[in-house]
């Protein structure tokens, strides 16, 4: 049976940064993650320059295996409606590809990790916390977003409240594509419902576009 003191469930940018950091405390950490590194991850991916700050990120530094694609401003309206464009005149957020960030994150961290492996059985036992039968760690961090197994298994009531219907897509845009697009690589373009319980985003990033449809709806 593996052993660890800290097992950090969710390989996100949470769970990496959280595992990094007990790491270099000298803390035995074991981060596990259901989906094999880089993985597909449907989000706009707007982080501030906070973020960076934050997780110590050089923007030079990413941006040369990495896409990093400053914004200066916003294009907002309502879907078939009034619009407007706001100028910052500054860079106030970064795009990135979540796919990216996250295995960037992950290999900088440098913590020994189990990948490809979803968290089946939770159980504490002899004052341990044991994991799909063969993994026991003295704690355990559920990172693994809004639907995390740990909280999960422990009995939240995941799944009931109300819920948001969301439609992505990223793909890689031609020079052609590129070209014809009318929204321009710093400004992202957000448009919502007029009743505020939907919206729509269409975010270039690079030679990458990123759509998406979002709306509220009750779970039923």
């Not at 880089?38 to 706009?44: F, I």
């Not at 997780?55 to 914004?71: C, F, G, N, S, V």
Request: glycine share 10%; charged share 25%.
């Amino acid at each position: 049976m593996d052993s660890c003191e800290v097992l950090i469930v969710g390989g996100g940018p949470a769970g990496s940064t959280c595992a990094g950091r007990l790491m270099q405390a000298g803390v035995d950490v074991l981060l596990l993650d259901k989906e094999k590194f880089p993985r597909p991850k449907p989000c706009a991916g707007w982080i501030t320059p906070k973020v960076l700050e934050t997780l110590a990120i050089d923007p030079d530094e990413y941006r040369r295996e990495q896409l990093l694609q400053e914004i200066c401003n916003f294009r907002i309206g309502l879907i078939n409606g009034p619009e407007t464009v706001i100028r910052y005149g500054k860079v106030v957020s970064y795009g990135i590809r979540r796919c990216e960030f996250d295995h960037y994150l992950l290999k900088r961290s440098a913590v020994h990790h189990s990948l490809g492996e979803p968290v089946a059985a939770l159980e504490r036992k002899d004052g341990w916390w044991v994991v799909n039968g063969h993994i026991r760690a003295r704690l355990v961090v559920g990172a693994g977003g809004h639907f995390c197994p740990v909280g999960r298994l422990l009995g939240a009531k995941i799944g009931t409240e109300e819920v948001i219907i969301a439609r992505v897509a990223e793909f890689a845009m031609s020079r052609e594509e590129e070209h014809l697009c009318p929204i321009p690589a710093d400004t992202p373009a957000l448009f919502f419902c007029r009743d505020l319980k939907g919206y729509g985003w269409l975010f270039r990033k690079g030679t990458f576009s990123t759509s998406a449809w979002d709306a509220w709806t009750k779970k039923t």
